[in-house]
Structures are given as structure tokens and as C-alpha cells.
């Protein structure tokens, strides 16, 4: 039997989720922008539809620039700090929106096959053979995760 939905949120709980099941997508991003928000080597991110995303809390934003010098919106909990959803101009054209996957309450399943910006991950980062590896990002959302 398959989950219809996966539930996440913040460290202090102040910013809760629900997100349809199974993902669009899980992949983790090795840009150096989302090492330095995760605080370490890369970030778990979700893909799913926009309508599939739901919220309550409040977030505060900031906006990062990608590589192409587009807008990445960071959306973070005001209060504890954790990242939770990450935003592009171009994502929000194709109707999807990315969150922190390692926000989820549940985690202990997760296999992210594809790996964005292995061009800049660190050293001892060992990706599995049999995964995708992109040395940046090749697709339409523009941006990093």
C-alpha cells in the first residue's frame, strides 16, 4: 500500500507541510549556495507540483542568486532558521516548487538518484555509480536547489 502524502516541517515546529507521495522528483545539489544554507556537503531536494504543496507558518525568504544571476527564493522558518522550500521564477513557470526533503518526517526511505553540481561538491563526496551525475543544472528550473 502506497502513502498518498508524506507530512515535514521546521525544527521548532512552527512551519509545517504536507506533500503528495511519491515525488516528482529527489535529487541533492552540491552547489556551494546550498552548502552554505544546509550548513553542510549538499541538499535533499523534493520536486512536486505546486498544488501538491500544503503550508502552514510563516516563512521568511531570501533571494539568492543563481549562477545565470536569476532570483532563487530561500524560504526558511522565521523563527529556528531551518530551510524548508526553495523557489525560482522558472519552477514556478512549469507549476512546480522544491523543499527540503531532510524536513520531512519521515526520511529513512529517501534515494535521490540524480546529483546537480557535482562539479562543486566536496572531495570525499562518493555518489553511487548508478546514479545520475550533472555537473551543474540541465534543466528548465533555472537555478539551484
Given at each position: 500500500?502506497?502513502?498518498?502524502?508524506?507530512?515535514?516541517?521546521?525544527?521548532?515546529g512552527g512551519v509545517r507541510y504536507t506533500v503528495a507521495w511519491p515525488l516528482q522528483m529527489l535529487v541533492?545539489?552540491?552547489?556551494?549556495?546550498?552548502?552554505?544554507?544546509?550548513?553542510?556537503?549538499?541538499?535533499?531536494?523534493?520536486?512536486?507540483?505546486?498544488?501538491?504543496?500544503?503550508?502552514?507558518?510563516?516563512?521568511?525568504?531570501?533571494?539568492?542568486?543563481?549562477?545565470?544571476?536569476?532570483?532563487?527564493?530561500?524560504?526558511?522558518?522565521?523563527?529556528?532558521?531551518?530551510?524548508?522550500?526553495?523557489?525560482?521564477?522558472?519552477?514556478?513557470?512549469?507549476?512546480?516548487?522544491?523543499?527540503?526533503?531532510?524536513?520531512?518526517?519521515?526520511?529513512?526511505?529517501?534515494?535521490?538518484?540524480?546529483?546537480?553540481?557535482?562539479?562543486?561538491?566536496?572531495?570525499?563526496?562518493?555518489?553511487?555509480?548508478?546514479?545520475?551525475?550533472?555537473?551543474?543544472?540541465?534543466?528548465?528550473?533555472d537555478g539551484k536547489a
Amino acid at each position: 500500500m502506497s502513502e498518498a502524502t508524506r507530512s515535514g516541517g521546521c525544527l521548532c515546529g512552527g512551519v509545517r507541510y504536507t506533500v503528495a507521495w511519491p515525488l516528482q522528483m529527489l535529487v541533492t545539489c552540491s552547489c556551494t549556495n546550498c552548502q552554505k544554507q544546509s550548513g553542510s556537503a549538499l541538499s535533499v531536494v523534493g520536486v512536486v507540483a505546486r498544488d501538491d504543496l500544503a503550508l502552514s507558518g510563516t516563512l521568511a525568504t531570501f533571494t539568492d542568486r543563481a549562477d545565470s544571476g536569476n532570483a532563487v527564493y530561500r524560504q526558511f522558518c522565521n523563527r529556528c532558521g531551518s530551510p524548508v522550500l526553495t523557489d525560482t521564477d522558472a519552477a514556478r513557470a512549469q507549476g512546480i516548487i522544491f523543499f527540503k526533503a531532510g524536513t520531512l518526517d519521515r526520511t529513512d526511505d529517501l534515494d535521490p538518484a540524480t546529483h546537480m553540481w557535482t562539479r562543486s561538491a566536496q572531495g570525499w563526496m562518493v555518489f553511487p555509480d548508478h546514479h545520475a551525475k550533472l555537473p551543474e543544472q540541465q534543466d528548465e528550473t533555472d537555478g539551484k536547489a
